[in-house]
């Protein structure tokens, strides 16, 4: 009787033991896929093993904040002159850019089209909210405008599929 005592206490114990582990690492993986740590630089090598290695130049275009989301996205957030906005989110191609946390409109115009070899995707909305999308060198890039101006979507989905470039550093 003692024995089967004994074995009943140390396999609660271990249930127990797996169940305390289980919801620590929950917690945990979850604390870290809401993280969002500014950074000076678009340089993600510390947690998320890529940096941005070049983006547009233009006098109209600013580059204001940029932060590292979950420990495996890039973004980057620019001032447009004279009083618009961008959200550019950068990933390695196996991890998803988060799209839905910047709480996107309904779209109704998808334009599809080749921008410097590579295919893009275009989303507008009535009021000058769009979305593009494009891949390249291993990496997804989505670039968000909450609102802009007619044309102001298309010039700088050409500029950024054409310029922005990113780089595994590890």
Sequence with gaps: MTSELWLLCCMGMVLLLTAGLAFLWAIFYDRCAREKQQLQTPDFTAKAGFKVTQLPGAPYLRLDRVYLLGR????????????WTAVLRVAPESEELRLWELGLPEYDQLTVRPVSGVRTELRQAPGGSALACWQRDGFCYGL??????????????????????????R
């Design 72 to 83: 495996r996205v890039g973004q980057l957030e620019f001032f447009i002159q004279p009083n």
């Design 144 to 169: 968000y405008l909450p609102a802009g101006e007619m044309g102001l979507a298309g010039s700088l989905l050409e500029r950024f599929a054409a310029d922005c470039r990113c780089a595994a550093t």
